[in-house]
């Protein structure tokens, strides 16, 4: 019956006003006011279920490549040569820098080209991005070589590891670094059918942030070894590898520093050629294959390495790779490491190829699924592990990257005589000036115009990568990030609401400068931004305590703006339940516009039931005419209404006709203040 008023008890059997359990959507073609009306779940049955994931189209999302392979035109894309020309283009890139990650990882170069080789079928198959595939990389070839050199004491005797000092010992290396594959394929594995590809999360922009740019320092500095052209002992701490060269300077090479100066200075001009003109922009890419076409051609017609001693990268072998599941065990006493590695190496894998799938995904218009992306890892890894590569991420394009990995197969079996001339140097300038992009001071300056907190996080992360250790710094950073992220939540920014002028929405009265109106009453409306949970609900509950107390006639009415409350946990139901329940006497607190979360625990706690549609409203206007009516009333009887937590309709028992903008109320003392101006009966 619409327009008519009911009592609680009218209302039993049918959905209590105002607090109704989530999951409730409005009625369809209806006109009712009511906040909420309940859909019966809908069930599906097992068999159809069943059918629909077992079908190809739910088949779909477990095997990626079917979805970009029904769209591949082999006409317009592969017969015109666009994604051979882009295969061979990443491919000749690829493999000077393959060779000169493998180095700077302590392996022997043939393992970077393994490793540029066959993970990239498998992620053709089953990861999620349609542009990118995997390869190694600068930052988990460091990552790589730092955590091995602290679990295997001495292998850094092999300053070659294609021509190594102690040969049982680069062995031992080589099989843990296979080992460690294994394990990051083992977590990227397990996280997918899990789906926690949430936790990469943990490290946030800033943390990463300063991880690269602290990354990119290392690695450089410890490549000046080969452009100056004396060995220093391994370290990962900045501060080592600077005093190692000072120490060691009197070892000084002219010839090694003079081309390893050229091969910058050329790497760097082929790289910056497409700025200036558009016609050479098909340079860019061609600078790693340059300088080593150079640099072998250099060395192998003067001679340099038999008149000048000029150190190149040796032997390479040749041939498709072994395969290396015998290397998995036994891992021996220094298990805990690697698998320390591997999380480190798994993290980090995870953050850069997801971020280079997705900035290649919103160029293309494509999504990219992060638990998917990680089923596409570990089995990728897994390849790896199964073939001689250590830990790969994400790095170029799908149908490109296979064109790219035929042309590294084509290299591993007919040229690797080739680049066995290639100076060290060369490799050094390729890795120093394929880092230099990952530098980000400007993300510092930017963070600290935004949130010092977040600088000084990134400004933490940067120091501790580099002048304690990569693990120490991020571990530091994730640390101070976790411990900024309580004391905001702890902290939470309590504001005061009112009404903007000539209308029924409330507003921060600092940030746009409300004055209190008059009939607003007694009523302070309050909002805090975030959860209510343990770390702040103690401190929410006072602040709201302070408006009682200072209210020096009638009652002080608070109304809580749930809209904003992202999450309460069971410290702040007690909380709520004091206020609401066993508050003072001059304390009045409603709940006004929750948001389904807070409906949803507040149900589960039961505590809805206690409350009644009087101390919950749809709208915060609602709330304060509710309240604005109480303090009238208040008034007029001379002494404050019923106390908290008394029969459950203390508070509803006022009439409010003389409320602006509401229609008039009953005069029966029994019936409850209505949150809406009509309600149509079922």
Known sequence: MAGSTMTVEEEAGLIPLGYSPPNYYPPEGSASTRLFVKKEP???????????????????????????????????????????????????????????????????????????????????????????????????????????????????????????????????????????????????????????????SLLSRPIISAFLTAGALIISSSQVKYIVGYNIPHADRMQDIVYNLIVRADRFRWMEFAMGLTWIALLVAIKSAPRFHKRVAWMGPLGPITVATLSVTAVWAGQLEERFGIKVVGPIQAGMPPITVDWWLPMGDNWPRLVLTAGLIGAVSLLEAISIAKALAERNGDTVDADQELLGLGVCNLAGAVFCAYPSTGSFAR??????????????????????????????????????GLLDFQRALFLLQVSRMDCLVWLATFLGCLFISIDAGLGLGIALGLLFLFVRTAFPRI???????????????GMYRLQESAEDGRTVVVSSQGPLCFANAQRIKERLLEFAAGSQDGVACVVLDLASTTFIDATGIEVLTDLLLKAPAKLHVVLADPNTAALDILDRAGLLPKLGPERMFVRVHDAVAHCAALAVRSDDLGHPPVQNGQNGHSHAQYIVGSVPGWREGSSDMNQ????????DNA
């Open 42 to 200: 809908s069930c599906t049955p097992l068999w159809t279920t069943i059918r629909k994931k077992c079908s190809l189209e739910g088949g779909l999302p477990q095997i990626p490549c079917m979805r970009w392979m029904r769209n591949y035109n082999i006409r317009t894309c592969l017969m015109a040569s666009a994604d051979i020309i882009a295969g061979l283009t990443v491919g000749v890139m690829a493999v000077p820098q393959s060779v000169s990650f493998a180095a700077m990882a302590g392996l022997p170069a043939a393992y970077g080209l393994y490793t540029a080789f066959v993970p990239v079928f498998a992620y053709s198959i089953i990861g999620s991005s349609r542009h990118l595939a995997l390869g190694p990389v600068a930052l988990v070839s460091l990552l790589l070589n730092d955590g091995l050199v602290k679990a295997i004491p001495g292998c850094d005797i092999n300053e070659n590891p294609n021509q190594p000092v102690d040969a049982h010992l680069q062995q031992i290396y080589n099989h843990a670094a296979i080992q460690v594959s294994l394990m990051v394929a083992v977590l990227y594995l397990l996280l997918a059918v899990l789906r926690l590809g949430f936790l990469c």
């Open 399 to 436: 149908a490109a990257g296979l064109v790219n990995a035929a042309l590294i197969g084509f290299v591993l079996l007919c040229l690797t005589p080739v680049f066995q001339h290639m100076p060290l140097n060369a490799l050094a300038a390729i890795v120093i000036t394929g880092v230099i």
């Open 495 to 509: 504001h005061v609401l009112r009404r903007l002028p000539g209308s029924t929405f409330f507003r921060d009265a």
């Open 672 to 679: 409850p203040l209505l949150v809406h101006e009509s309600i």
